[in-house]
């Protein structure tokens, strides 16, 4: 569904992206993981557009993205650090999104799925970081888009918000979705994710799923196996 | 395009510092007219601060929004819309509600004054047109600048630096051109300078238009001298556009390249 082809992209000197390619595929679960900077933002970035990057090219459904705008349509977007006009109200904001994207939402259920019933005439600059964030995923999920790609969705939320999201991302999983997410929880990974891409200094340093994760690194403890792979990079 | 621009226009229009930028016109306007008791002398000291006030509040103005909504440009962008469309909507959202606040608060104490039945009507609008020129010139112009530079100090500080030269330092610099050349004849130069001034010419503009030799200054002068009224007030109005026009088109090059 998504493929990316030698994508290299830098920052003026710094080179974040070092020949990375991949390919991705539908009614997966994938964990984008890897230290702090180590470029899953930049990644996740580049298949939106937001990012240009320098060489490779990026293929939705075959067809290149770059220049691109109408293959969004079918991508749903949750960003790392959610900031909103300060002066609009969740009822105007979604509206706005659901405006721009011309597509059916499913926000009233959405909206009671996390109890936010009586948060929607606040302005977004009185809400609790929590709730913030809840905005941003009743943002990201609304739609039905093929493609979910969640850039820290956990930050933020509260255990039952937590529970609501793993179960929103099985759900939409078994509607033969690609969901792409990074996290630096663990126990999340080891939960729901099909499969792990570990980035390292702009590469990938390792693709594969939980369990060979796990083989490659001979401890039965996620966490361990990730921090026993970046440790021995360092060292 | 006109969906961003719709939700950027609300969005700022119900801000508290359009309603400050607006009541600050009333009453700096209603100030002026009541002192100066007559409505010629009311215009001409109203272009004097719009002159100055227009392109300072819309460089700030560009510049704060620019960086306001770098986070909403960012989920945005990620939406199916084309970067240009976002940019120039939100642009035209900027210049429009700094304007409706302009309109606002300078046209209703001058309505109240009886304008609209007066012979000064036309000078009236001219003077409302360069406001409005100006206020989308220097808005376009900090919101750009504000764009290249992630770091806002920089930015402001770039921008800021563009209205201080264009109001200020370009002043003097031309001041000192034409006494280093004041054997040589001058006018070809002094037209051309103030063309690369969007003050200078809406300065220009209005004189021309109010047609009151004694207060059209050097440039004003020439630019009679060279062109007539009419031509002198087509050719500076047509520049005023290109100064909208040309920003514009680098912006969307600049906006179309960038990561966010
Ligand atoms: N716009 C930018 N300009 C310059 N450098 C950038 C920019 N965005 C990111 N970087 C740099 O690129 C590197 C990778 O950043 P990125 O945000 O992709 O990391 P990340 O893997 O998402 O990290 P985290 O786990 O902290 O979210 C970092 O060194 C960062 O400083
Ligand atoms: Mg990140």
Redesign the interface.
């Known amino acids: 569904m998504i493929e990316i082809l030698n994508l290299q992209k830098s920052y003026g000197k710094n080179l974040i992206l070092k020949d990375i390619s991949l390919s991705l595929e539908r009614g997966r679960i994938i964990s984008i993981l890897g230290p702090n900077g180590s470029g899953k933002t930049t990644l996740i970035k580049s298949i939106l557009g937001l990012v240009v990057p320098q060489i490779g090219d990026i293929r939705f459904d075959g067809e290149s993205i770059l220049g691109k705008w109408e293959y969004r349509k079918k991508i749903a977007y949750l960003p790392q650090i959610a900031r909103f006009p300060e002066n609009l109200k969740i009822k105007e904001l979604l509206n706005l999104i659901k405006d721009i994207r011309e597509q059916n939402a499913d926000d009233n259920y959405l909206i009671q799925f996390f109890g936010l019933e009586k948060e929607m005439n606040k302005a977004l600059r009185n809400l609790s970081g929590g709730t913030r964030q809840k905005v941003n995923m009743l943002i990201a999920f609304m739609f039905d888009s093929p493609v979910i790609i969640l850039d820290e969705p956990t930050v933020g939320l509260d255990p039952v918000a937590i529970t609501r999201l793993k179960e929103l991302l099985e759900r939409e999983k078994d509607k033969d979705k690609l969901i792409l997410f990074t996290t630096h929880i663990m126990s999340l990974v080891e939960e729901i994710s099909d499969e792990i891409i570990f980035l390292l200094e702009g590469e990938i340093y390792f693709k594969g799923s939980v369990e060979e994760l796990n083989q490659l690194n001979g401890s039965g403890n996620l966490e361990k196996a990730i921090t026993n792979l970046m440790e021995k990079r360092n060292v | 395009m006109f969906?961003?621009f719709k939700?950027s226009f609300f969005?700022l229009i119900?801000?508290t510092w359009s309603l400050v930028y607006l009541l600050f016109f009333l009453v700096i306007t209603s100030a002026i007219l009541y002192m100066s008791g007559d409505l010629t002398k009311a215009i001409i000291s109203m272009m004097n601060v719009i002159l100055m006030l227009i392109p300072l509040v819309s460089t700030v103005f560009g510049a704060i929004y620019l960086y306001?909504?770098?986070?909403?440009a960012?989920?945005?962008?990620?939406?199916?819309?084309?970067?240009k469309s976002f940019f120039l909507g939100q642009y035209l959202g900027l210049s429009i509600s700094l304007t409706v606040s302009f309109l606002i608060g300078v046209g209703l104490p001058f309505i109240f004054w009886g304008v609209i039945g007066s012979k000064y009507l036309s000078n009236f609008l001219v003077l409302m047109g360069v406001g409005l020129l100006l206020g989308f010139i220097f808005s376009l112009l900090s919101y750009w600048v504000a764009l290249r530079f992630e770091n806002r100090i920089k930015g402001f500080g770039f921008a800021l630096f563009i209205w201080l030269f264009m109001s200020v330092i370009y002043d003097g610099i031309f001041l000192l051109i034409l006494i280093w050349f004041e054997s040589y004849p001058t006018e070809n130069l002094a037209i051309i300078l103030t063309l690369f001034n969007p003050i200078d010419l809406g300065r220009v503009l209005i004189m021309l238009f109010l047609d009151t030799s004694a207060l059209m200054g050097y440039t004003g002068a020439v630019f009679y001298k060279f062109f007539g009224a009419l031509n002198g007030i087509l050719i500076s109005s047509m520049t005023l556009f290109l100064w909208i026009i040309i920003p514009v088109f680098f912006l969307v090059r600049y906006a179309?390249?960038?990561?966010?």
């Open positions: 969906k961003i939700y969005d119900r801000s306001n909504s770098r986070e909403f960012e989920l945005l962008l990620a939406q199916p819309i084309k970067r179309n390249k960038k990561d966010f």
